[in-house]
């Protein structure tokens, strides 16, 4: 995967409260082209597995519950530099302190509960892309 792409999720809260097509549509109007894009559920299991990095956080169990709560939207996007566009597209990860403009600002509900994912790195990007959409 080339280094302008970057990996989404439309967190389960989010997807519950009828924002999918809101979401994606600040992810295009912000210049990102969809790539790939499925709606699925996550096994506590795979929550778990993509989450590993955070495996000795204190809030891990409870964001392994709530990723498995309910479908998610994964999807692979397209911009010229992706992940750090995209970071500054989604806002911090607590919503009280997402800027103004930004998906978590408009749609995150909690620090956990805060609608979207967006890869840190390329090389997580290509890692995540990976996990859900398999080598390309
Ligand atoms: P992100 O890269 O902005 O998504 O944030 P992190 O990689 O630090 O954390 C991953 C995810 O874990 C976040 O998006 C939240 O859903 C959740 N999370 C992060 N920090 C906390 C916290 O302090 N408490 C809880 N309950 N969840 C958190
Ligand atoms: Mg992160």
Do not use: C, W
Not at 2 to 19: G, L, S, W
Request: no cysteine; hydrophobic share 40%.
């Amino acid at each position: 995967m080339a280094t302008n792409r970057t990996f989404t999720m439309i967190k389960p809260d989010a997807v519950q409260e009828n924002h999918i097509g809101g979401i994606l549509n600040m992810m295009e109007e912000g210049g990102f082209r969809i790539v790939e894009l499925q709606k699925l559920t996550l096994t506590a299991e795979r929550a778990g597995q993509f989450y590993a990095v955070h495996a000795e956080r204190p809030f891990y169990n409870d964001l392994v519950k709530y990723m498995s709560s309910g479908p998610i939207v994964a999807a692979v996007l397209e911009k010229d530099n992706a992940v750090a566009d995209f970071r500054t597209l989604i806002g911090a990860t607590n919503p009280a302190q997402a800027a103004e403009g930004t998906i978590r600002k408009k749609y995150a509900k909690s620090i956990e509960a805060n609608a979207v994912h967006g890869s840190d790195s390329d090389e997580n990007a290509q890692i995540e892309a990976d996990f859900f959409f398999g080598a390309k």
